[in-house]
């Protein structure tokens, strides 16, 4: 007589958070990243970093469709986050404007771009005499250059992981929007992903991009990145 033998059970921890359905699940920290709308012309003339620069009047008309989109797009519930800079404002403006309606806007420090110091307000082809490092192929500067009285893009992954960690505690379990730069949006897929500076800078992030982060018990997840609204 022969014994029957039974496999033993594999349960998985996590099978509660497999994303199967278009529709997100509530009560997950989650973050929602827009880069800022695209600054006028001439400044982009130049390295703007922290410099407050104002959004091109032009593309916020020609646009409109794609705040229109962003507004449907992005949960009700949700608390606003935006950086120090008015172009994350005039931004986030323009998406309640647009028909998510109004919603308080907190200025968070951590998600602001990255300082080039006395770099700043400098033409783009001026640049290269004052590097120490070759620049990175899709960025101004390599991630471990530091300009003077600046910071480097490592300080900002830093910086942004600090906050993200702070903001994921403070408001866990919610939904934030939170308005920002293509520095900082690449710093924050840095600290989720666990990679370096230099390699994140390899994510293109768009102007009105939406990148989706969640926070959860077994850790960070990338949802989506650089999503265009309406595309």
């Given at each position: ?50 410099l407050?620069v104002p ?23 949700a ?10 404002r ?18 968070e ?18 640049l290269?005499?004052h ?19 600046g910071?480097?893009?490592?300080d ?19 939904d ?29 992030i768009?102007?009105l ?23």
């Amino acid at each position: 007589m022969s014994a029957s033998v039974t496999s033993p059970q594999i349960v998985q921890s996590n099978q509660g958070n497999f994303l199967d359905t278009p529709q997100l699940a509530t009560g997950v920290t989650r973050f929602w990243f827009i880069r800022h709308a695209l600054v006028e012309q001439n400044a982009r003339m130049s390295l703007y970093g922290t410099l407050d620069v104002p959004l091109c009047p032009d593309s916020l008309i020609a646009q409109r469709p794609m705040y229109e989109a962003l507004a449907a797009r992005l949960p009700r519930k949700a608390r606003w986050l935006i950086s120090p800079l008015s172009r994350t404002r005039c931004t986030a403006e323009a998406i309640q404007d647009a028909g998510y309606g109004p919603a308080e806007l907190k200025v968070e420090p951590a998600l602001i771009e990255q300082n080039l110091g006395e770099w700043q307000g400098m033409a783009h082809q001026e640049l290269p005499d004052h590097l120490h490092l070759a620049p990175h192929p899709f960025w101004s500067v390599a991630a471990s250059e530091c300009p003077p009285k600046g910071e480097s893009m490592i300080d900002v992954c830093a910086r942004v992981g600090r906050g993200l960690d702070r903001l994921a505690e403070t408001y866990a379990g919610q939904d934030m929007i939170a308005v920002s730069h293509g520095g900082a949006i690449r710093a924050a897929l840095a600290h989720a992903l666990r990679i370096h500076a230099e390699t994140a800078l390899h994510f293109s992030i768009q102007n009105l991009s939406l990148t989706i982060l969640e926070r959860l018990e077994e850790g960070w997840r990338v949802v989506t990145v650089n999503e265009l609204p309406g595309i």
